[in-house]
């Protein structure tokens, strides 16, 4: 595809749910990365991936977060028994290689209630 | 202390002004500069992708960094509506880990 492509789009979930959100990133891109981005905040970095490898997953906020890319295409997070502070933007992006510019997806805007 | 310091503004400027943004931060380690640009309810979009001090033009930007200052900037001449958005400055060591500033929101007016 031209870019990063993030789904759903919204997502609105009642606290203790799991929710898993999917990051389809650049074509041929190998380096795949999730941030978290707050409210008139800049993004925060959560994981990355190269290929199908988690490389860093320091900024993952508890055990509650996962992130898979099995296929080294496609990732998905995943939050379990999501909390009303797990509210927010969730933005994938995707790189040529880990030293290269990253490209951001148009993000996941999660609620819960 | 945050790593990247940016003001939020708002900053409204005129048709046609220069819009100026910068940027402060506290690790000397960092060595990688981007500007990006985000619209209303959309990604950030990378203008300006920079490597340790010097400037670099692209059409109507232009983007300095000062690593003994530790302060980078954004110019955007001669602005049009169309650049109104949130402009957020990131910086990188070497490695994939993205620091961002808070972001500017800059409306031009017509």
């Known amino acids: 595809g031209a870019g990063v492509s993030q789904s759903p789009r919204y997502k609105v979930t009642k606290r203790g749910q799991d929710v898993a959100l999917r990051c389809d990133p650049i074509s041929g891109h190998v380096s795949l990365y999730w941030y978290r981005q707050a409210l008139g905040q800049g993004p925060e970095f959560l994981t990355y991936?190269?290929?199908?490898?988690?490389?860093?997953k320091s900024g993952l906020p508890n055990d509650r977060f996962s992130a898979e890319r099995p296929e080294g295409s496609i990732s998905t997070l995943t939050i379990q028994r999501t909390e009303q502070r797990d509210s927010a933007m969730y933005r994938c992006?995707?790189?040529?290689?880990?030293?290269?510019?990253?490209?951001f997806g148009d993000g996941t805007r999660l609620s819960i209630l | 202390q945050k790593e990247v310091e940016q003001d939020p503004g708002p900053l409204s400027v005129p048709e046609g002004a220069i819009v100026s943004l910068n940027c402060t931060y506290s690790n000397s380690a960092f060595q990688y500069f981007m500007w990006y640009r985000q619209y209303s309810r959309k990604g950030p979009e990378l203008l300006m992708y920079?490597?340790?001090?010097g400037n670099k033009e692209d059409g109507r930007f232009t983007a300095q960094v000062d690593k003994s200052s530790k302060y980078i900037s954004l110019f955007i001449r001669d602005s049009q509506p169309s650049d109104s958005a949130t402009y957020l400055c990131?910086?990188?060591?070497?490695?994939?880990?993205?620091?961002f500033g808070a972001g500017t929101t800059v409306t031009v007016r017509a």
């Open positions: 992006a995707s790189s040529l290689g880990v030293d290269q510019p990253q490209h």
């Open positions: 920079t490597y340790s001090s």
């Open positions: 990131a910086m990188n060591p070497n490695d994939y880990k993205l620091s």
């Open positions: 991936f190269n290929y199908e490898a988690q490389q860093d």
